[in-house]
């Protein structure tokens, strides 16, 4: 069944209106009107807290929602997976070219005019998108940040919420503009990318963003080799005389110490359990302070 009929349906039963399931997701009631008229693709259930919200108001089984969303979605991306996905609109493209480090932003803008929707314009994108994704996802429930960024963006809160709920559900392939002024935009304050090693830097709007620089880097790393403990450490475990009061967190500690050419002995593991003992070598939090 079509998660808009089922809802239809429950709303007949209980005698709910639009506007009742509306203020019971703190969404809009054009929201709701356009999700149940099926002009809109239900949001995915791990991006969105709506199901749950409008589950309780329709006093459905946990979960029933969120499970119909699920297969209508994949109902929807089995009859697109044969279509190519479309360029960048324009507007989009140029908010992120405007963003770029002016000293890269020419070879940039060629590379994109190049290679349109090519590989190095879906790299940015992708990784833009999934920073101010998780921005939202995280502040999603706070209403302090989503009236600060209602206030900037000149949206009611509940408008708000609808936005970044129809944000957390878009993929670089459906950018549309109302995303990138609402959250690209407000949210990201520059970024660079250093095109031999692919490692990007993006830096954060400080107003309205918890973290303000990220940073992605992509290393070739050989094979882990398997690191076998110290000869030192399994001698000073082995002996009581050394180890017998030491904690699993000591011993953890311990173990978790690295080293290059030196090797420890077992009296070197002995004197740094003692010094981690030792309150002379720490400082008192300062939120610890006269209690």
């Not at 900037?152 to 549309?176: A, G, H, N």
């Not at 009296?267 to 003992?277: G, K, P, V």
């Amino acid at each position: 069944m079509p998660i808009a009929l089922l809802i239809r349906n429950r709303l007949k039963e209980l005698g709910l209106g639009q506007r009742d399931l509306a203020r019971a997701a703190h969404v809009t009631e054009s929201y709701i009107s356009q999700l149940l008229a099926e002009k809109k693709l239900p949001p995915a259930p791990n991006r969105t807290d709506m199901y749950d919200k409008i589950g309780r108001a329709l006093q459905l089984p946990e979960g029933q929602l969120a499970k119909l969303a699920d297969l209508q979605r994949h109902e929807h991306l089995r009859k697109r997976l044969g279509d190519q996905p479309g360029a960048l609109l324009h507007n989009v493209r140029e908010l992120i070219l405007r963003k770029c480090h002016p000293g890269k932003h020419r070879q940039i803008r060629t590379i994109f005019e190049k290679q349109p929707f090519g590989e190095l314009e879906r790299f940015v994108t992708q990784k833009l998108l999934g920073v101010v994704k998780n921005v939202a996802r995280q502040e999603l429930n706070n209403p302090v940040w989503l009236r600060r960024v209602a206030r900037l963006s000149k949206k009611s809160y509940p408008e708000m919420r609808v936005t970044v709920l129809q944000f957390l559900d878009t993929t670089i392939f459906d950018l549309s503009n109302e995303n990138c002024v609402a959250f690209l935009d407000l949210l990201i304050e520059s970024w660079d990318i250093d095109l031999a090693t692919f490692c990007i830097e993006i830096v954060l709007n400080r107003r309205v963003s918890p973290g303000h620089h990220k940073t992605f880097e992509f290393i070739e790393r050989g094979p882990e080799v398997p690191s076998e403990e110290e000869a030192g450490l399994k001698e000073f475990l082995e002996d009581s005389s050394l180890s017998g009061d030491a904690t699993q967190e000591e011993i953890a500690f311990l173990r978790s110490l690295t080293f290059q050419d030196k090797r420890p002995t077992p009296l070197y593991y002995y004197r740094e359990i003692q010094s981690l003992r030792d309150p002379l070598h720490f400082r008192v939090s300062p939120g610890k302070r006269g209690r």
